[in-house]
Nanobody, 127 residues
Framework: QVQLVESGGGSVQAGGSLRLSCAGS????????GAWFRQAPGKEREFVAG????????DYADSVKGRFTISRDNAKNTVTLQMNSLKSEDTAVYYC????????????????????WGQGTQVTVFE
């Protein structure tokens, strides 16, 4: 079993930065793919960024590429999302997910292939 707890959300002006952190517990977290998804009101939960268990491979949605950076520290059991140059369209609830598919060796974009989720953290970007 894996438990995930997100932190770091908040409100920021467009162009600003936020850093989200996901703390994982459970013996399989360090061997799982870690990812961030987001869900805006009235929309489906969408993939934002993911990282393999080793941290060597990352993947990003086109909408955040070049602005967001995902990383992980397996010694601390954390997955972090650094968000820069934020836009109003980045406003959403952000969820951390962990997947055991593929032994954590490739990034998965399908949300139904994630086994564990955090409770979510709100990010609001205002003009």
């Amino acid at each position: 079993q894996v438990q995930l707890v997100e932190s770091g959300g908040g409100s920021v002006q467009a162009g600003g930065s936020l850093r989200l952190s996901c703390a994982g517990s459970g013996r399989t977290f360090s061997s799982s793919v870690g990812a961030w998804f987001r869900q805006a009101p009235g929309k489906e939960r969408e993939f934002v960024a993911g990282v393999t268990r080793s941290g060597a491979i990352t993947d990003y949605a086109d909408s955040v590429k070049g602005r967001f950076t995902i990383s992980r520290d397996n010694a601390k059991n954390t997955v972090t999302l650094q968000m820069n140059s934020l836009k109003s369209e980045d406003t959403a609830v952000y969820y951390c997910g962990a997947s055991n598919r593929g032994w954590g060796t490739y990034v998965i974009r399908r949300r139904d292939e994630y086994d564990y989720w955090g409770q979510g953290t709100q990010v609001t970007v205002f003009e």
